[in-house]
């Protein structure tokens, strides 16, 4: 299932980032970055990995969100990032995203990131979702 992104997340652009959730399902989610060519922000072209980061963490909080109010999800923490090359301009990065584990809201969520068949790191956050305390 394809999701729309204007109804899954609060953000637009630039500060939009993900492209793409293609693929949802109770424990997983795909989601697609395409990496900008040149010419785009200084921000991401000097620090490459926190655009993937905030890519990855906006599939997570769409991939919550399906069906809901997009203002529901926050990001909680950032556990661990690593990545074995940084994404190049152009690069389609996807991010396989999958609950390690849940509770009373919060969501831990880990994700391998790779471009076509090569992996390029992979990352672990919590989203934590406010909608649960009501």
Do not use: Y
């Not at 394809?2 to 953000?11: C, D, I, K």
């Not at 950032?78 to 390690?100: C, M, N, T, Y």
């Amino acid at each position: 299932m394809t999701v729309g992104l204007e109804a899954s997340l609060p953000h637009r652009p630039p500060f939009l980032f993900l492209d793409q959730l293609e693929r949802v399902d109770a424990q997983h989610a795909v989601g697609l970055f395409h990496f900008p060519k040149k010419g785009s922000s200084l921000a991401l072209t000097m620090f490459p990995e926190l655009a993937v980061i905030e890519a990855a963490t906006q599939a997570a909080a769409a991939w919550a969100n399906v069906g809901s109010d997009p203002q529901g999800v926050r990001l909680a923490s950032i556990e661990q990032a690593r990545f074995i090359r940084q994404p190049k301009p152009g690069d389609a990065v996807h991010i396989d995203l999958s609950i390690v584990k849940e509770f009373a809201g919060l969501r831990m969520v880990e994700g391998r990131l790779r471009c076509g068949a090569e992996e390029i790191g992979h990352v672990r956050f919590s989203v934590f979702d406010g909608r649960s305390l009501t």
